[in-house]
């Protein structure tokens, strides 16, 4: 079954840190992956996607993120955060090809520091 | 950049009652998704829409539940006799077809 995993369900890091969450998940072939940002009162925006080649892939806001297909891993990264990113981040999975659609994690709700 | 717009922002409704989720999608788009968020849980697909009919549906989406594109330009959700259990953020999403959907800011239902 079709599945995202995000273990961290809330994380605390204080204005500067560098950032990570984890995503993993559980699919047939290897998906497209996402990564969505909900700010508050805000709908779901695309921070990145994963679709193929370099497995770095740079998003919106300084984000970034790496495909791993042997820990079917798709971590967020940020080298330093921002009070501005204290938000719930989503990671979602999605086929190759048809319209099925996207699967997503619970979430991580970030709260950024002074 | 276009956004997907939906309406109201909040609904509060009595257990029984009909209720109607609005969406106004991104105008050139072609597939349509209606998705929720249970309180806590993860966002969950209920329905997808394309060339005026549904595409896919999941679980959830049961007999109570029904989409429409009336006007081309409006995308609703409707429950017929919401349940205490139907309390969730509704989003809508729009695409042109295959991976970049657009969400918008969703309607939170609250069933008493």
């Known amino acids: 079954a079709q599945s995202v995993t995000q273990p961290d369900i809330h994380i605390t890091v204080s204005e500067g840190a560098s950032l990570e969450l984890r995503c993993n998940y559980s699919?047939?072939?290897?998906?497209?992956l996402f990564w969505y940002v909900q700010s508050p009162g805000q709908g779901l925006q695309l921070l990145l996607k994963?679709?193929?080649?370099?497995?770095l892939v740079q998003g919106i806001k300084g984000f970034e993120a790496e495909f791993k297909r042997s820990q079917s891993s798709f971590n967020l990264r940020k080298p330093s955060v921002h009070w501005s990113d204290a938000a719930e981040y989503f990671c979602?999975?999605?086929?190759?090809?048809?319209?099925?659609?996207?699967?997503f994690g619970k979430g991580t709700r970030l709260s950024v520091i002074a | 950049e276009p956004e997907v717009t939906q309406t109201p922002s909040h609904q509060v409704t009595q257990m029984g009652q009909e209720v109607i989720l609005r969406c106004v999608p991104i105008?050139?788009?072609?597939?349509f998704y209606w998705y929720r968020q249970i309180l806590g849980q993860k966002v969950e697909f209920l329905v997808s829409?394309?060339?005026?009919?549904?595409?896919?549906k999941s679980e959830i989406f049961d007999d109570q539940f029904s989409v429409e594109r009336p006007d081309g330009s409006n995308f609703t959700l409707k429950i017929r006799s919401t349940k205490l259990e139907d309390s969730a953020m509704y989003f809508c999403?729009?695409?042109?077809?295959?991976?970049?959907?657009?969400f918008g800011s969703g309607t939170q239902l609250s069933v008493l």
């Open positions: 979602a999975v999605g086929p190759r090809a048809g319209n099925t659609p996207l699967v």
């Open positions: 105008s050139n788009h072609l597939y």
């Open positions: 994963y679709f193929s080649g370099d497995t």
């Open positions: 999403a729009s695409s042109l077809g295959g991976e970049k959907l657009f």
């Open positions: 699919y047939g072939a290897t998906p497209y």
């Open positions: 829409f394309y060339n005026n009919e549904i595409s896919e």
